[in-house]
């Protein structure tokens, strides 16, 4: 008669078994390793962002250089009080900017709005022919598109100034607000409409109470992207502005053609900072916009 296993060699012996694993566990496994190598795609996704983040930490990085120049000469904040006690007609054309982008990307997207709810619900002559037109600024270059603002404008005796350029702002980004509304219509269940309908709404309380809160999430995203297109522009900002209107790429240019003032760069990290912060405080928001989807 043998001898009774030691329990420590029994313990040894049972974590030496393997045990039968699941088809499920094995597939996690796979894709856990495959995981861990590194593919073309991954990659190529690697060097684009790169490409696009490495000029920014550039700026930030000169932004805190005490000399002028490409060389660094040591770590200093000069340029920021600069930037902030002796630029004030750095603010005040960012100022305008804002007027302007903000009270465009207003304007735009509630044409752009009504504009895409009235071709996608009620059918009309020549409902296809505004389709097509309202893409053309889309596709033709901006230099186009200031040139004839500003022929237009002389044409009908409108002086150059921050009207025209936020009439020109509110045109350009009038029909990319049409098209992302139009794309969020094309997803909108009817339905809900008919049971307002049922419910007794009319078709003023159906709009208000129904369509725009149900596509409110594709008209926030034009609203923000109509501000972000305003603030950026330069070219037909440049044909359609006139004394006094300055905005920020303008000042900026003027600066560039005298040479890359290192004041620039601190009010690209300042702007840089103010978006993180702001995308930061407002990710809950953003989470529920895109949740509600």
Aim: some cysteine; hydrophobic content about 50%.
């Amino acid at each position: 008669m043998s001898a009774p296993a030691n329990p420590y060699q029994q313990f040894l012996s049972r974590l030496s078994k393997k045990r039968p694993t699941s088809e499920s566990s094995r597939h996690a496994r796979r894709a856990y390793q495959n995981k861990k190598r590194v593919s073309l795609s991954t990659t190529v996704m690697a060097l684009c962002v790169v490409f696009l983040f490495l000029p920014l930490a550039v700026i930030v990085f000169y932004s805190f250089n005490e000399a002028k120049g490409m060389v660094w000469t040591g770590f200093s904040l000069g340029w920021y009080e600069r930037l902030f006690l002796g630029s004030e007609k750095l603010w005040t054309s960012f100022g305008n900017s804002l007027v302007i982008a903000f009270a465009s990307a207003f304007v735009s997207t509630v044409l752009g709005t009504l504009a895409s709810i009235g071709v996608n619900w009620y059918r009309f002559r020549f409902r296809a022919y505004i389709q097509t037109i309202s893409f053309l600024p889309m596709v033709l270059p901006e230099v186009i598109i200031g040139i004839s603002m500003l022929i237009f404008f002389s044409a009908v005796n409108i002086p150059l100034g921050m009207t025209t350029i936020f009439i020109a702002h509110t045109t350009f980004c009038l029909p990319f607000v049409f098209l992302m509304v139009l794309a969020r219509l094309d997803e909108f269940d009817f339905s809900i409409i008919e049971a307002s309908r049922d419910l007794g709404a009319n078709e003023q309380q159906t709009l208000f109470k129904v369509i725009i809160p149900a596509i409110m999430p594709g008209i926030l995203s034009a609203f923000l992207m109509s501000v972000t297109m305003s603030l950026e522009d330069f070219v037909i900002t440049f044909f359609v502005s006139g004394p006094g209107s300055t905005t920020l790429p303008l000042y900026v240019f003027s600066m560039v053609r005298y040479g890359i003032s290192p004041v620039i760069n601190a009010l690209s990290f300042v702007m840089i900072l103010g978006t993180m912060l702001i995308a930061f405080f407002l990710k809950d928001f953003l989470k529920n916009i895109a949740a509600s989807k």
